[in-house]
């Protein structure tokens, strides 16, 4: 089975197109080889790809016939890919936050009114807009 199919069929992308487009841009190797899309894959296959920042590390056990169910990709794959590629991932996504928090920021319209009426008061109550005097 060729290496791109074989990507779709243990949904690893949710295309084929996509899995064919990863395996040109070099993302996809087969023993430490970059590989074309149409490079054959046999099982004991080490295959290691880089997927949405993360270096997925995988050996193919079993050939599917076509694309298998969710819960069945197990049979035809064991994934080998370290705890840190997952942990280094969370890293990225919690760092590129850190300056705020979710949901904070712009005010909303509400609280830009509220904002304003506050900066429209006078800080000592003894004074007086001067159109009131």
């Not at 487009?21 to 295959?47: F, H, L, W």
């Not at 790809?49 to 050939?63: A, P, S």
């Not at 996504?93 to 319209?109: A, E, F, L, N, V």
Request: with cysteine; proline share 6%.
């Amino acid at each position: 089975m060729r290496i791109d199919k074989y990507l779709w069929s243990t949904r690893y992308y949710k295309t084929r197109n996509i899995a064919t487009t990863a395996c040109k841009k070099g993302q996809v190797k087969i023993n430490d080889q970059v590989v074309k899309p149409s490079r054959e894959v046999y099982p004991m296959d080490r295959i290691s790809l880089r997927k949405n920042q993360i270096n997925y590390q995988l050996t193919v056990l079993d050939i599917p016939e076509s694309r298998v169910g969710a819960k069945l990709v197990n049979i035809y794959r064991k994934d080998t890919t370290p705890k840190e590629a997952f942990e280094h991932s969370e890293l990225l996504k919690q760092s590129k936050d850190y300056y705020r928090k979710k949901g904070t920021g712009r005010p909303t319209k509400k609280d830009r009114r509220a904002i304003e009426d506050y900066l429209d008061e006078p800080e000592d109550p003894s004074e007086k807009p001067f159109n009131e005097i």
